[in-house]
């Protein structure tokens, strides 16, 4: 499966925005998708997961009730709602699938076999 994540863009603190992963060559609902986030420096570090299953869902303590990630099908795309958003949310987006769900690595890097190239967000302040 290939992955493409877009949205971002440049927004002021407290707006929200919309990031797209849009999956070709397999069918995006087979597959647990999850979202990560990076800073210049730092490690690859987890947003979000959604099951291929039942669609649950996980976030990282940081932004929960801020983000929201859901799929639709019919478009092959898993969406990442942010809202709220702060000038420490200014990092690069990336969206990643994983053929298997396990609980034990959802929240890590390893865990996902394919990534997509990464959307840019900036919060102005």
Do not use: M
């Amino acid at each position: 499966v290939q992955l493409q994540a877009s949205g971002g863009g440049l927004v002021q603190a407290g707006d929200s925005l919309r990031l797209s992963c849009a999956a070709s060559g397999r069918t995006i609902s087979s597959y647990a998708i999850g979202w990560f986030r990076q800073a210049p420096g730092r490690e690859r570090d987890f947003v979000t997961v959604i099951s291929s299953t039942d669609g649950t869902t996980y976030y990282a303590d940081s932004v929960k009730g801020r983000f929201t990630i859901f799929r639709d099908n019919a478009k092959n795309t898993v969406y990442l709602q942010v809202s709220s958003l702060k000038p420490e949310d200014t990092v690069v987006y990336y969206c990643a699938a994983s053929r298997v769900f396990y609980y034990s690595t959802y929240h890590q890097v390893r865990g996902y076999d394919y990534w997509g190239q990464g959307t840019l967000v900036t919060v102005s302040s």
